[in-house]
T-cell receptor
Framework: DGGITQSPKYLFRKEGQNVTLSCEQN?????MYWYRQDPGQGLRLIYY???????QKGDIAEGYSVSREKKESFPLTVTSAQKNPTAFYLC?????????????FGDGTRLSIL | SQQGEEDPQALSIQEGENATMNCSYK?????LQWYRQNSGRGLVHLIL?????REKHSGRLRVTLDTSKKSSSLLITASRAADTASYFC???????????????FGKGITLSVRP
């Protein structure tokens, strides 16, 4: 079955620590996205990538970094510079490289501060 | 500024009733999409309606789009307890930005369907 896999489901970060959230898709989609969701809020775009080895900042990129070395993988690193990282992180992908197509989502990673 | 805003913020209905949710947006769009999110899960795409379409159906879902009022509605007919979820509308940023027009999600509507 094709889909998006995010891991881990739950993650805890200590002060000053960088953590990496994994996102893998086997849908052969070109575009991938990272969103942050806070309680009772919509999704805010962190980073997106339309093609391998290229990515762009979204609306709230500060304190985050990404890489896109393979088509199927788009990991997100939450750095120690992100002072309020507690949130639900969602990865998504869409067909082709256009950005307004239907998106397929993973089941998220919930990040908390220790 | 946020493109799509849903209304109401929360809706509670009895099983078997219809649920109507609304979304308003500010700028011209290429398309508008509705998504569902069950608690603790990712979003699931429900339906896409293009700016030149007025109505679309998918099973028990009916979506309308009024570009003159910059609004859309999602109707779920004969609701079931399993329809309990949050529903989001998403719009792209503008009619003239074309393929690079990213989606912006609203804050969502919490729908509770009582058995």
């Amino acid at each position: 079955d094709g889909g998006i896999t995010q891991s881990p489901k739950y993650l805890f970060r200590k002060e000053g620590q960088n953590v990496t959230l994994s996102c893998e898709q086997n849908l052969n989609h070109d575009a991938m996205y990272w969103y942050r969701q806070d309680p009772g809020q919509g999704l805010r775009l962190i980073y997106y990538s339309q093609i391998v080895n290229d990515f762009q900042k979204g609306d709230i990129a500060e304190g985050y970094s990404v890489s896109r070395e393979k088509k199927e993988s788009f990991p997100l690193t939450v750095t120690s510079a992100q002072k309020n990282p507690t949130a639900f992180y969602l990865c998504a992908s869409s067909k082709g490289s256009t950005l307004n197509q239907p998106q397929h989502f993973g089941d998220g990673t919930r990040l908390s501060i220790l | 500024s946020q493109q799509g805003e849903e209304d109401p913020q929360a809706l509670s209905i009895q099983e078997g009733e219809n649920a109507t949710m609304n979304c308003s947006y500010k700028t011209s769009i290429n398309n508008l999409q509705w998504y569902r999110q069950n608690s603790g899960r990712g979003l699931v795409h429900l339906i896409l309606i293009r700016s030149n379409e007025r109505e679309k159906h998918s099973g028990r879902l009916r979506v309308t789009l009024d570009t003159s009022k910059k609004s859309s509605s999602l109707l779920i007919t004969a609701s079931r307890a399993a329809d309990t979820a949050s529903y989001f509308c998403a719009t792209d940023a503008g009619l003239y930005t074309g393929a690079n027009s990213k989606l912006t999600f609203g804050k969502g509507i919490t729908l509770s369907v009582r058995p």
